[in-house]
């Protein structure tokens, strides 16, 4: 803020530098002053006297050293500014100073070396201004983020725990899943004959339960090996990985188009790549109409140093409220009988392709299909080592 100057009518009359003098005197957001060669005070305008408290016959002739804390002037912090304005021109800062009354404020300050055309120094022009109010601000938000962060590392502590105790349990949860198959397995072929119908029924629903669970314990500890083990990557020829999913597919109930170049190269890792197209494909015949005989395409496009895989069906299609959350844990849009699944497949994918600095993403729309993408970088000299 600029106090009004009263300038006579005839300003025009005045010297120029006679208003420039009173606009730096009048001048209140801001301590405008001069130091002499020594550092003492030589000049002083009305927000110097409004920051620092002290009026002009206070502090004219007095060291400037006065403004700094007693730690400051100890450690020759005074004296290195000014040298610092003398030897580069300038000086600029911010810290502690002192006002008139002891009490302290966070200022800003820049000190300039002033030389006459000769180059000989004839002082300093110092501003100052209180930056209190911003600097408490920003002391907050330094504060918030803290926390915040704490609070981010304490998740992350907490979500690896999590997943570490997952992948224990369902390691420990195999053996006894082959027994409770392997026994149901022998109790029908030792006993089978001397059961009725609805006994061996029976057997059947341990049997079958036996296997999603496996199939459970199996997908969990795949999530919990793509966000646990080391993923060294290197050059992966893509369409070895497709061939490979095709191949664990087994016998499609569909028809299925594959045109992937044979010389594109991705910086990837290669078993966990072909569990993501495994993935993508097996959903992509699973999730079809009934009665409709599925078809699957998969192609590439190149993007930006990427590669994209698109896989796209002709299959039942998803709501757009729902394309965000199938990529969570555990999400299923449908029931058990209507299609089978655990809700981990595109977790997987999706935790795989992070860590392949890649990306994935679905558009669809239901009873339309759906096209599912991944995209992986390719290799690239500065990319391969
Ligand atoms: P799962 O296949 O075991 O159910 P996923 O994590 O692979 O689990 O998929 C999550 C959900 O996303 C599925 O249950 C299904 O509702 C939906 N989904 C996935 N792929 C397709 C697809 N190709 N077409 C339609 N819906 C799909």
Partial sequence: MVKPVTVPSAAYSIQSDEIFRLMVTSVFDYAIFILDPEGRVSSWNLGAERLKGYKADEIIGKHFSSFYLPEDREAGVPSRVLQTAIDTGHFEGEGWRVR????????????????D??????????????????????????????????????????????????????????????????F??????????????????????????????????????????????????EPVRLCESVEEAVHQLGKKP????????????????????????????????????????????VWTEPRDGMVRLIVRDN???IAPEHVDRIWQVFERLHDRDSYPGTGIGLAIVKRAVNRLNGACGVESEPGKGSTFWIEIPRVTEENTP
């Fill in 254 to 297: 569909g028809k299925l188009e594959v045109n992937v170049p044979a010389d594109i190269m991705l910086r990837a890792h290669a078993q966990v790549l072909t569990q993501v197209i495994s993935n993508l494909l097996s959903n992509a015949f699973k999730f079809h109409v009934k009665d409709a005989t599925p078809f699957v395409k």
């Fill in 184 to 233: 149901a397995e022998a109790l029908e072929e030792d006993y089978g004959s001397q059961l009725d119908a609805q006994a061996r029924d029976y057997i059947q629903e341990i049997t079958s339960a036996a296997g999603r669970m496996n199939h459970l314990v199996q997908d969990l500890l795949d999530y919990g090996r793509v966000s646990r083990i080391n993923l060294p990557l």
């Fill in 117 to 182: 055309e000769a180059g000989r120094l004839y002082g300093f022009s110092k501003v100052t201004r209180d930056m209190s109010e911003r600097k408490q601000l920003l002391d907050v938000i330094r504060q918030h983020a803290n926390e915040l962060e704490l609070r981010v590392a304490e998740r992350e502590q907490s979500n690896a725990e999590l997943e570490a105790f997952a992948y224990s349990v369902s390691h420990d949860l195999r053996a006894p899943l082959r027994a409770i198959s392997g």
């Fill in 100 to 115: 008139k009354d002891g009490t302290r404020f966070w200022a800003n300050v820049v000190v300039t070396a002033l030389r």
């Fill in 315 to 317: 299959g039942i299609g």
